[in-house]
């Protein structure tokens, strides 16, 4: 860790391809095992954050053949890209790796919201990958998606809190200064009545959230359904408020100079990385039967 805070330097966490989103087990990406004991890495990931800067990329990929159910997690170091006065990179990047093979990673995706963070595209070419590269054991691999995901999405439900909390307190310093008919706008009864819907949803999306951080400090054995509880929770929350925030402040909230515009166009995505609502309930659902 300390080279990549100390630079400081990003990695790529590379699970997604164009073929698997949500169902993991259908990825095609696979490592192939050579005479001399070292592996070779082919495939294609999608909607990787942080793909063009990324100095380390960790990859799932199965193992033997893309057909395989066995998955492996692999790390695979690439050339140092320290953010100190990198220029933005708008186009395809490929890198050579020392070890052999090759990453290409795609132009950047030009995307509706969270347009600071970089996505792009990696394909591995022939990638040559030594045992010690390998993360635990080569065939656990989906055993530590699971363990990933568990610790991400708490920190995906934050994102939606922040946005939530953030798109009420837009919406409610709106409806302060705003008029109508001769009264605020946060006066009229219609109105208020979403602001409070609006507050609820933050507070109860923060409990969820405060929960499950509780659960996953503890390592509690049900830690996988208050993190899936909390990101659906959150999503919902930030959904609800920045649509209906950008509603109350009518057609000003279709103006790009009001925040709240930026808010409804950033909030879509968290209702879906790091597993969408139906998987998230997926989860519940079986967790609680």
């Known amino acids: ?52 800067y990324a100095s380390q990329f960790t990859v799932f990929c199965k193992v033997g053949k893309p057909s395989s159910q066995l998955l492996a997690c692999v790390v695979i170091p690439s050339i140092p890209i320290s953010l100190d006065n990198t220029a933005p990179i708008v186009g395809v990047r490929e890198i050579q790796l ?34 010690s590269q390998i993360i635990g054991d080569r065939r ?49 009864p219609i109105a208020r009545d979403m602001l409070v819907q609006m507050w609820k949803k933050v507070e109860l999306s923060e409990l969820a959230l ?36 950008l509603h109350l402040h009518g057609g000003y909230g279709f103006m790009n100079e009001y925040e709240i515009s930026k808010l409804v166009r950033d909030v879509h995505i968290i209702d879906i990385y790091e597993g969408t609502r139906e998987v998230q309930n997926m989860i519940i659902g079986r967790e609680l039967v």
């Open 140 to 188: 656990l691999g989906f055993k530590y998606i699971i363990d990933v995901l568990d610790f991400a999405r708490p920190m995906i439900a934050a994102i939606g809190v922040g946005v939530a909390k953030k798109a009420y307190d837009l919406t409610l310093s709106f409806a302060k200064e705003r008029t109508l008919f001769g009264q605020r706008l946060c006066d009229i």
């Open 1 to 52: 860790m300390r080279p990549f805070v100390d630079s400081p330097l990003l990695s790529a966490f590379c699970l997604t391809e164009p073929g698997a989103g949500s169902d993991n087990l259908s990825m095609t990406s696979y490592i192939q095992k050579r005479d001399d004991g070292k592996y070779v890495l082919n495939g294609s990931k999608c909607f990787i954050t942080n793909a063009s």
């Open 98 to 131: 020392s070890g052999g093979g090759k990453i290409i990673i795609g132009k950047p995706e030009d995307k509706l919201g969270q347009r600071l963070s970089n996505t792009a595209a990696v394909t591995f070419e022939d990638v040559i990958i030594d045992p």
């Open 210 to 245: 405060l929960k499950s951080a509780i659960k996953i400090q503890e390592n509690a054995p049900d830690k996988g359904i208050y993190s899936s509880l909390a990101k659906n929770v959150a999503a919902e929350a930030a959904l609800f408020c920045s649509n209906e925030g």
